[in-house]
């Protein structure tokens, strides 16, 4: 779902309202902000949303965390230290890591997306779905409209929320390419 329109025009705070009834339902919904300033920080608000994640998952019982933990690692397998470089706060709940193999470039890329998505299918079921709202999606950097592509094309139970101000895009935007790439997908 995406919300558009001018700033300050209230799009932040109608999606704020909609988390209410999502944590009553015990869902999740964690949120990120892209800034303008930052666009050269790859995946920026989607790593502001999971370390908001782990915030609230070490809020839960230790029985709860020894779930979570168990899952996470059975998902990024012998990886993990490549998600804790970017969640820090994930060390807290599935321990010090071995240092991944080294790949450089595309082959690197490709391993973070495909850890990440297993991360996030962790936190997608349907006892607990996941809400993503991701705000001023106009300045979102290539590498995050890349895995929020992938993300929506193969996770269920995840519900992938932005927010952005049409007037600073065009047809051929980044976003706006992301966008049509998704719609051919979901077709």
Known sequence: MLIAGFSGIGKTAVVNEIHKPIVR????FIKGKYDQFQRNIPFSAF???????????LTESESQIQQWQSKILAAV??????IIDVIPELERIIGSQPAPPQLSGTAAQNRFNLLFQKFTQVFTTAQHPLVIFLDDLQWADSASLKLMQLLIA???YLFL???YRDNEVNPAHP???ALTEIKK???
């Open 185 to 187: 997908h979901k077709q």
């Open 175 to 177: 976003l706006m390419l």
């Open 25 to 28: 339902q015990r869902g999740y």
């Open 154 to 156: 193969n996770t269920s």
């Open 47 to 57: 790593v502001q949303a999971f370390r908001d994640l782990m915030g609230q998952l």
């Open 161 to 163: 929320m932005g927010a």
């Open 77 to 82: 397998g012998e990886n993990g230290q490549v």
